[in-house]
C-alpha cells in the first residue's frame, strides 16, 4: 500500500475515533429513558433477557419489531441481576410540560439508581447503548465503503459522506442511545454498499450475492421497513451479470449471442438463488412465526394493535407538519432537543445547494459515468422512493411519525448527494478545502 493510499484509512480512522469518542460521551451523559423510545426499546431487551423468548402481546410496545436488535443486547446483559436496592421502576416527572419552556425538560425522573458506578438495570442499560455505538461505527464505515465504490479516484467525496455522517447530531445522539433504527442504518448502509460492489465488479462471484443475502437477512430481522431493500437487491442481481457478462467457454451449435444470453441467465438465477435463500434462512422463522401467529408474515394486525392508529387521511396540512418534523430531526430534534430557527434554514440551504450540485454533475457527466454508476445511482433512488413511500403509508396508519430516524436507511444516499454536489461546485482545485469545511462545520453543530 503506497503512502497516497493509505492516506485516506488514516483520515477515515481519525473519523471512527472522532466519531466514537462523541458517541460515547453522548452515551454517558443522556440521561437513561431520556431518547426517542428508549423506554420501551429498553424493556424488550429486559423480557428477553428474562424470560428466553419475543413477547407475544402489546405488554411490551416494541413487541411488533423484529428482534435481531433486542436479541443482540440481551445477549450483553443477561447475566446481570437487579440491585434488590435500586429496583428497575420508570416514573414519569409530572412537572414536565411541553407547552411551557420554563418546565423541566426531562420527561422522567431520574435517582442515584443510574448514578456511577453503574449497577443492576443501570448497568445493563449502559451496556445496551454500547451496542447501538458500534452499529454507528459500522454505518460510517459501511457509507465510506459505498462511497470508495463509487468515486474510486476522488478520496475525498467517500471520507466527506463517512464525516457527514458520523457528525449529524441527530445521528451521534441516536447511535448514544438504545434504538433499533441503529441496526436498520447499519444494515441497509451494508447492503447498499454491496449493491454498488456487485455493480462495480467485473467478477463478484458468489461472495458478494453472498454477503447481500447476509446483510439483507439481518437488516429485516431488525427492521421490518427494510423489505424497501429486496427489490433494489433483487434488480442489481439481475443486472450485474448484464453489465459484466460472465466468461464462458466455446460451446456446440450456439451463437455467440445465445451463448452470452445463457451465460447471464444462468450466472443471475445463481446469484439471486445465494443471496435470497440465505437471506431466507436467516430472516425467514421471523416472518413466518408472525404468519402463525398473526395470519401475514408482517403481522400487521399486531402491529396496530401497539401503536397508535391515525383518524383521518393525509391531508396537506398533515404532509406539511411531516416534512417538517422529519427534516428538524433528522439534523436534531427531540422532546426538548432543538437548534435555533436560523441553523434549520442553514441546513436547508446546504440541502439545497448540494441537491443542485448533484443534478448538475448528473447532467453534465453522465455520458462519461460508467454504466455500473449509472445503475447504482438509479437503485439508490429506488431505495430511497421506497424508504420515503413506506413513511407516507406508516404516517397513514399512525401517529408520531414525524421521526428524522424512521428514514436514516437512505442516509448513505443523502450524504452522497451532498458531498457530491458540494464537489462539484468546489471544482477539483477547492473539492478537498470546501469538503473538509463542510464536515468541520457538521462537527461544530455535534
Known amino acids: 500500500m503506497s503512502p497516497g493510499s493509505r492516506r485516506p484509512c488514516r483520515v477515515l480512522a481519525l473519523?471512527?475515533?472522532a466519531y466514537a469518542g462523541l458517541a460515547s460521551w453522548y452515551s454517558l451523559t443522556v440521561p437513561l429513558g431520556e431518547a426517542p423510545d428508549e423506554v420501551p426499546h429498553f424493556t424488550y431487551v429486559r423480557y428477553l433477557a428474562q424470560h428466553g423468548?419475543?413477547?407475544?402481546?402489546?405488554?411490551e410496545h416494541e413487541a411488533f419489531?423484529?428482534?435481531?436488535?433486542y436479541a443482540a443486547a440481551a445477549a450483553l446483559t443477561f447475566w446481570i441481576e437487579d440491585d434488590p436496592a435500586a429496583p428497575f421502576a420508570v416514573r414519569g416527572n409530572a412537572y414536565y410540560d411541553v407547552a411551557d419552556p420554563r418546565s423541566p425538560k426531562n420527561l422522567l425522573l431520574h435517582t442515584a439508581a443510574e448514578s456511577w458506578p453503574y449497577r443492576g438495570w443501570a448497568l445493563a442499560w449502559h451496556l445496551a447503548r454500547l451496542l447501538s455505538v458500534a452499529l454507528g461505527a459500522v454505518t460510517v464505515w459501511a457509507v465510506y465503503q459505498l462511497g470508495r465504490v463509487l468515486f474510486p479516484a476522488t478520496a475525498a467525496i467517500p471520507l466527506a459522506m463517512a464525516g457527514l455522517v458520523a457528525f449529524t447530531p441527530q445521528f451521534l445522539f441516536l447511535s448514544a442511545v438504545l434504538n433499533n433504527d441503529n441496526a436498520a442504518t447499519a444494515f441497509a448502509a451494508l447492503s447498499l454498499w454491496q449493491v454498488a460492489a456487485l455493480l462495480h465488479e467485473p467478477r463478484p462471484g458468489r461472495?458478494?450475492?453472498l454477503l447481500l443475502g447476509l446483510f439483507l437477512g439481518l437488516g429485516l430481522l431488525s427492521k421490518a421497513s427494510l423489505a424497501v431493500l429486496v427489490p433494489v437487491a433483487g434488480l442489481a442481481l439481475v443486472l450485474a451479470p448484464w453489465l459484466h457478462p460472465p466468461a464462458e467457454g466455446q460451446g456446440e451449435g450456439a451463437g455467440p449471442q445465445r451463448r452470452d444470453r445463457a451465460a447471464i441467465l444462468r450466472s443471475a438465477a445463481l446469484g439471486l438463488a445465494l443471496c435470497f435463500v440465505l437471506a431466507g434462512?436467516?430472516?425467514g422463522w421471523y416472518f413466518l412465526r408472525n404468519w402463525l401467529l398473526h395470519g401475514d408474515p408482517l403481522g400487521w394486525t399486531f402491529v396496530l394493535e401497539t401503536n397508535a392508529r391515525r383518524e383521518g387521511p393525509l391531508t396537506l396540512d398533515v404532509l406539511a407538519w411531516l416534512f417538517r418534523g422529519v427534516f428538524r430531526s433528522f439534523w436534531l430534534g427531540w422532546i426538548g432537543i432543538a437548534f435555533d430557527e436560523i441553523v434549520y434554514w442553514l441546513l436547508g440551504l446546504v440541502c439545497l445547494v448540494g441537491a443542485a450540485g448533484f443534478g448538475l454533475w448528473l447532467v453534465r457527466g453522465r455520458p462519461s459515468l460508467p454504466r455500473a454508476t449509472r445503475w447504482t445511482l438509479a437503485l439508490l433512488a429506488l431505495h430511497a422512493a421506497g424508504t420515503l413511500a413506506s413513511l407516507l403509508q406508516w404516517t397513514a396508519t399512525?401517529?408520531?411519525?414525524?421521526q428524522g430516524r424512521l428514514i436514516y436507511p437512505i442516509l448513505p444516499t443523502a450524504m452522497l448527494v451532498l458531498a457530491a454536489g458540494w464537489a462539484w461546485w468546489a471544482g477539483e482545485?477547492?473539492?478537498g478545502p470546501v469538503l473538509g469545511a463542510l464536515v468541520a462545520g457538521m462537527?461544530?453543530?455535534?
Not at 53 to 59: D, F, I, K
Open 429 to 431: 482545485r477547492a473539492r
Open 443 to 446: 462537527l461544530l453543530l455535534a
Open 281 to 283: 434462512a436467516v430472516a
Open 398 to 402: 399512525v401517529l408520531g411519525t414525524d
Open 15 to 17: 473519523l471512527l475515533l
Open 207 to 209: 461472495k458478494r450475492p
Open 53 to 59: 423468548r419475543l413477547p407475544t402481546t402489546a405488554e
Open 65 to 69: 419489531q423484529p428482534p435481531l436488535y
